[in-house]
């Protein structure tokens, strides 16, 4: 079963992030919101919809905009990867 790792999401997420920050990767940063890593909605629907095509999964825009840090959207996306493969 795929899993999505912290240094995978950080990755994508980088890759869509004006400043080049890495703060996303470091596990310190787990449970800092997005906003406190300067990571604009357009940088998490780019990430998302990323997510959603890499890993053929179909994320609710509900569950995404509750996700409020990378642990959160990690959680999110792994579980929804756990249940396709159920």
Do not use: K, W
Request: aromatic share 4%; charged share 30%; hydrophobic share 45%.
């Amino acid at each position: 079963m795929a899993q999505l790792t912290l240094r995978e999401l950080g990755e994508i997420m980088l890759e869509f992030q004006d400043h080049g920050s890495a703060s996303v990767i470091d596990t310190r940063a787990l449970d800092v919101v997005f906003e406190d890593l300067e990571c604009d909605s357009l940088m998490l629907l780019q990430t998302t919809g990323r997510i959603q095509r890499e890993y053929g999964v179909e994320l609710d825009r509900d569950r995404i905009a509750a996700a409020d840090t990378p642990r959160a959207l990690l959680d999110l996306v792994n579980t929804v990867l756990s249940e396709v493969a159920a």
